[in-house]
T-cell receptor, first 111, second 115 residues
Framework: QQPVQSPQAVILREGEDAVINCSSSKALYSVHWYRQKHGEAPVFLMILLKGGEQKGHDKISASFNEKKQQSSLYLTASQLSYSGTYFCGTEYNFGNEKLTFGTGTRLTIIP | NAGVTQTPKFQVLKTGQSMTLQCAQDMNHNSMYWYRQDPGMGLRLIYY???????DKGEVPNGYNVSRLNKREFSLRLESAAPSQTSVYFC??????????????FGDGTRLSIL
């Protein structure tokens, strides 16, 4: 079952913050986040596991809310290099299925 | 290191033609994957190989075949191309083997058009 990402698109000025959500109607085991720049390959950012801690890398972090079955990706003090489409991939059962990807959130950072 | 290398980068085929998309990784990874990406849709898994010598169907396997030639190489074949197979194809790999592994590194993609 495909996760729902919101918003579908967002435009920010450099230095502003963004939050991207990935929601599921089924109980999640893990959520994987990727970024894809136009015409390029997706790049793995981080994985959030059920019951795990909030992850962070530089000014990009993510959390996992079990009650809402949702993961949120936080981009603080956004930089031009953060522009791209962000995808979440969800896993519902450990060990016997592959990721189901959302349709993506297009983030545009302007100077 | 090149990472995950896909060839060709672009290809135009006529309906009914066949072709093989090549993928090779130089990271000694155990698992490899083939995805397709269509406008407005997420990545969809076609086939994967959890380890050398094994392959399994993903979400959209119809019309495709795969071969895990060795640990480095994982090819995707379209036997009789159809316009519905027009897409961008990504190969990916993971250092982890087994059913629980998920894609970590992606190639640059093959843009395939079927006329």
């Amino acid at each position: 079952q495909q996760p729902v990402q919101s918003p579908q698109a967002v435009i920010l000025r450099e230095g502003e913050d963004a939050v991207i959500n990935c929601s599921s109607s089924k109980a999640l085991y893990s959520v994987h986040w990727y970024r894809q720049k136009h015409g390029e390959a997706p790049v793995f950012l981080m994985i959030l596991l059920k019951g795990g801690e909030q992850k962070g890398h530089d000014k990009i972090s993510a959390s996992f809310n079990e009650k809402k079955q949702q993961s949120s990706l936080y981009l603080t003090a956004s930089q031009l290099s953060y522009s791209g489409t962000y995808f979440c991939g969800t896993e519902y059962n450990f060990g016997n299925e592959k990721l189901t990807f959302g349709t993506g959130t297009r983030l545009t950072i302007i100077p | 290191n090149a990472g995950v290398t896909q060839t060709p980068k672009f290809q135009v085929l006529k309906t009914g033609q066949s072709m093989t998309l090549q993928c090779a990784q130089d990271m000694n990874h155990n698992s490899m994957y083939w995805y397709r990406q269509d406008p407005g849709m997420g990545l969809r898994l076609i086939y994967y190989s959890a380890s050398e010598g094994t392959t399994d169907k993903g979400e959209v396997p119809n019309g495709y075949n795969v071969s895990r030639l060795n640990k480095r190489e994982f090819s995707l074949r379209l036997e009789s191309a159809a316009p519905s197979q027009t897409s961008v194809y990504f190969c990916a790999s993971s250092e982890y083997g087994g059913l629980w592994s998920q894609p970590q590194h992606f190639g640059d993609g093959t843009r395939l058009s079927i006329l």
